[in-house]
Structure formats: structure tokens, C-alpha cells
């Protein structure tokens, strides 16, 4: 088509030269010059009206591009948007939660089978005296907790007199019993334990000269000294490079005093750096009276960095979100009369109890670890945490680490192999 139209143009203008040559009496070379000038003049009208076509179709195709990316920009958006909500659901960990609750339901319904049955069968055997489920838990669980219950009333065999004296004359010495994380048995904490030094050099344990009631004053010297000692020795031990968790044991007697109150927050105030590897061991049912009346003390102590282990727990049905939000970290539980006797602490099964704690970012310590059958059956259990003189009896603590390095006993040499730092 553009060559027909270059075609006319030569055409036309070779009309007008010979126009101008036979009509108007023009030269040769004029009549040349005109047909040349009129064919130029046209070509370059048709160039530019083809250029201007070009343009404005690229500016269409442009335009139509744009929209095109905008389009597609847009969807990219949208996509991403349902991306990040998907990555954000986190489904493995859902389906892991739906599992674990579809496993503990289905232990309770068959434990709930097995009552039934076991009830009925009662019944046949002897119908005028039915026998409930609740009666065979209860009775099966009474002689643990009759156990603990003669543990907590036995008076100490050392008088609170004795003990002020000890204390005057600082006989008071701190050894550490390690906490294992199986499988492989290797330390993931230390508890540390207050012996009292005799007038004959033995050693007395803690059962042994602390008081169970009464006697507030020794509890709180005994506790301020082994936050100090613990501070210490976390401090020493980061010096040299190692970063330790200690289990300090802490009572109502020293929650409830101002003085002493002042005195730990002070301490936490000022090892901030080392509060995090700070654990302070409560008895169960003190910690949960202490809920009530000193809550926001436990939240300031909290907020220092440390946390807190649960002793003589007696049950598991706890509520744990809330023991969680105040920095439990683990519940100490009895290793004997948790695999033996599961259901005086818990309605569920034993291979539940720990993925169940563990949601809430807890742990189970087995502690009174006596024989390697309790390791084997705790750990295909998936309870790691374990504690007992089977595992590693007390003992003292480095020289280099102690608050006061002159204060040694030679009477524990025997035992250093087992818990030293």
C-alpha cells in the first residue's frame, strides 16, 4: 500500500513538471527542479502522517501495558496478602496441637471405658455394695499422699537454737545436686543445696535442721545466703565462660518480710545480667497462696528476669496458662509415685502429661529418681528432665566459685566427682 502511494506521488509530480514545461514555457532543468520539489514535499507529508500514525498506535500499546502491569500488580498484591496469612496460620503447629488433644481425648475415653467396665464388674460380683471409680482412685492414691503428708509434718531433728548458732559461726555451706536432661544425662541445672556443718564435722541435710514452722528468721538467713551464693557463682561462672541455671530455694518466710523483700529485689536489680539463669524453687501450695495475697510481687520478680520451679506438687490438675504467665518454668514432680500411681496426679496418661505441660512452655522434673527403670520409663515417656541421688548425688562446688573460696569441707571431697562445676 505505502509503496502504491509513493507510486502516485511520482506520478503527480512528473504531471507537473511536464505541465510546467509544456503549459507555462519553463526550462528543462526548471520543469525538473519542480517535479522534484513537488515528489520531496509529498513524500515528506506522507512520512510524517505515517510517523504520527506509529506514535500514537505505540502510545496505545503503552497505555495498554500499563494497565496490564497494574492489573497484574494488583493480583501480585492480593497473592501476597494470602501468603503471609497462610504463613501465619502455621498449620504443623495446629495440627500438632489437634493431635495431641485427639490423643488426650482418647486416653480419657478409655480410661473412662475401663472405669465402666471395672464398675460394672463390681456390680455383678457384689450389687448391694457398688463400688464407684472415684472410691478406687481415691484409695489407690492415698497412700502417696499420706507418704508426703508424714514427710511435711516430721519435725527437724537439729533445734532452731542449734541452727541460729550455726549460722552465727558460719557453718552454713552450699552444695550443688545437678538436674539431667536425658538423653544423654547432661547438666541443665543445678539446685543448690544448704548443709549445715556439725560441731564432729558431718553434715546435716536440709530435712534435717530447717524448720517447718516457726523459726521464720532462719529460713530467711538461709535463703538470703544462697541468693547471694548463687549470684556468685553464676557470676564467676560467666566470667569464665560458661553460662549456668541455678535453683535457689525461696519460702513464704521471705516473701512475707519487708526487709528481705527489699533485700532480693536489690540483689535481681543489680545482677540483671545473670537473673535470667536464676530459678527460685516454691513449694507448690505456698506459691499458690502467694498467688492470691503477693501477686504483684511475684510479677516484680518476674520482670528482674527470674523464674520459678514448683516443688511438692501434689497434682497436676493446675490451671497452667496462668502458672505459666507468672514464670513457672517447671514442676517438680515425684518420680515414683508419677509412674506408678499416674492417676493420683493426673486424669490423663502418662505418655501425654509432658507434650501437654510443654505447650505452655513448662517442663516435668522427675525427681527422686531411685533406679535405671524410672529413666528408661520416663524417657519413653518424653519426660527429660530428671533429678535423684542415682543420678548425681549433692556435692560442693568449685573453690574459684564460692562466695567465700576459704570455706571448704573435707568430708565432701567424696562426693565432688558427681556435682562439681
Known amino acids: 500500500m505505502q509503496a502504491l502511494v509513493y507510486l502516485f506521488i511520482a506520478l503527480a509530480a512528473a504531471a507537473l513538471g511536464a505541465t510546467a514545461y509544456f503549459g507555462l514555457t519553463f526550462t528543462p532543468a526548471d520543469s525538473i527542479l519542480v517535479a522534484v520539489v513537488v515528489g520531496c514535499v509529498c513524500v515528506m507529508i506522507v512520512e510524517r502522517q505515517l510517523r504520527v500514525r506509529a506514535e500514537r498506535r505505540l502510545e496505545r500499546g503503552i497505555e495498554d501495558l500499563s494497565r496490564l502491569l497494574a492489573t497484574d500488580a494488583q493480583a501480585g498484591a492480593v497473592l501476597g496478602r494470602r501468603i503471609n496469612a497462610l504463613s501465619e496460620l502455621n498449620p504443623g503447629q495446629r495440627l ?21 467396665a471395672e464398675m460394672e464388674d463390681k456390680m455383678v460380683s457384689a450389687p448391694t455394695a457398688p463400688v464407684r471409680s472415684a472410691d478406687i482412685f481415691a484409695r489407690e492414691a492415698r497412700p502417696a499422699a499420706a507418704h508426703l503428708v508424714a514427710d511435711e509434718d516430721n519435725e527437724p ?47 546435716a541435710d536440709r530435712a534435717d535442721f530447717m524448720p517447718r514452722r516457726g523459726s521464720e528468721d ?22 569464665s565462660g560458661q553460662s549456668v541455671s541455678l535453683h ?19 540483689t535481681l536489680d543489680a545482677s540483671r545480667a545473670i537473673a535470667t539463669g536464676l530459678v527460685f524453687v516454691m513449694a507448690e501450695a505456698e506459691f499458690q497462696t502467694l498467688i492470691q495475697t503477693t501477686r504483684a510481687l511475684i510479677d516484680a520478680i518476674l520482670r528482674k528476669g527470674a523464674g520459678f520451679s514448683l516443688s511438692s506438687v501434689r497434682s497436676l490438675r493446675l490451671d497452667f496458662a496462668e502458672l505459666s504467665g507468672l514464670g513457672v518454668r517447671s514442676l517438680r514432680v515425684d518420680a515414683t509415685r508419677l509412674i506408678d500411681m499416674t492417676e493420683s496426679y493426673t486424669d490423663f496418661h502418662l505418655s501425654d502429661i509432658a507434650a501437654y505441660v510443654g505447650r505452655y512452655d513448662m517442663a516435668l522434673l522427675a525427681i527422686n529418681v531411685e533406679s535405671e527403670r524410672q529413666i528408661v520409663e520416663l524417657l519413653d515417656n518424653d519426660i527429660m528432665l530428671v533429678q535423684g541421688n542415682y543420678i548425681a548425688a549433692p556435692g560442693p562446688v568449685r573453690p574459684d566459685l564460692l562466695l567465700e573460696p576459704t570455706r571448704t569441707v573435707a568430708a565432701t571431697q567424696p562426693v565432688r566427682r558427681h556435682a562439681e562445676v
Open 248 to 266: 535457689v530455694p525461696l519460702s513464704r518466710a521471705t516473701l512475707t518480710n519487708e526487709a528481705a523483700v527489699e533485700q532480693l529485689m536489690a
Open 96 to 116: 500438632e496441637t489437634v493431635e495431641a488433644d485427639i490423643s488426650v481425648l482418647g486416653t480419657v475415653i478409655r480410661q473412662v471405658a475401663e472405669a465402666v
Open 157 to 203: 531433728i537439729i533445734p532452731p537454737e542449734m541452727v541460729r548458732q550455726a549460722l552465727d559461726e558460719n557453718r552454713l555451706v552450699y552444695h550443688i545436686q545437678p538436674i539431667a536432661r536425658l538423653p544423654q544425662r547432661r547438666p541443665a541445672g543445678y539446685d543448690l543445696v544448704p548443709r549445715l556443718m556439725l560441731e564432729d564435722g558431718d553434715l
Open 218 to 239: 532462719i529460713c530467711e538467713r538461709v535463703e538470703g545466703m544462697a541468693l547471694n551464693e548463687a549470684v556468685a557463682i553464676a557470676r564467676r561462672a560467666r566470667t
